[in-house]
Nanobody, 126 residues
Framework: QVQLVESGGGSVQVGDSLTLSCAAS????????MGWFRQAPGKEREYVAS????????RYPDSVQGRFTISRDNAQNTLYLRMNSLKPEDSAVYFC???????????????????WGKGTQVTVSS
């Protein structure tokens, strides 16, 4: 049974940093591209970052480029998201997701991912 479990969320102030983790089990982690998405109340799930199965290409939307860093440790089956200079608009539930390394598409859309965690809340106050 595949499980993705996010942790590290919390309530912080504007400009603070957080590091989210996603512990994966039940799959060969190193053969999956991984992504982070977020969803605020009343909004669609939004792409935040992705990283290839061997830790190669990392991609980000403009909204987080230069502030967020995605990384992975294939030996520990863990995905990370380092978030710096947090803003109120970063407040959301953050989800990690997995898709096979040979899946089609660029990994920007939620529908391209096979497995999902249950999310961790991030709240940024001004």
């Amino acid at each position: 049974q595949v499980q993705l479990v996010e942790s590290g969320g919390g309530s912080v102030q504007v400009g603070d940093s957080l590091t989210l983790s996603c512990a994966a089990s039940g799959l060969t982690f190193s053969r999956y591209d991984m992504g982070w998405f977020r969803q605020a109340p009343g909004k669609e799930r939004e792409y935040v970052a992705s990283i290839q199965w061997i830790g190669g290409a990392r991609r980000y939307p403009d909204s987080v480029q230069g502030r967020f860093t995605i990384s992975r440790d294939n030996a520990q089956n863990t995905l990370y998201l380092r978030m710096n200079s947090l803003k109120p608009e970063d407040s959301a539930v953050y989800f990690c997701a997995a898709r096979p390394y040979n899946a089609r598409g660029n990994g920007y859309r939620p529908g391209e991912y096979t497995y999902w965690g249950k999310g961790t809340q991030v709240t940024v106050s001004s």
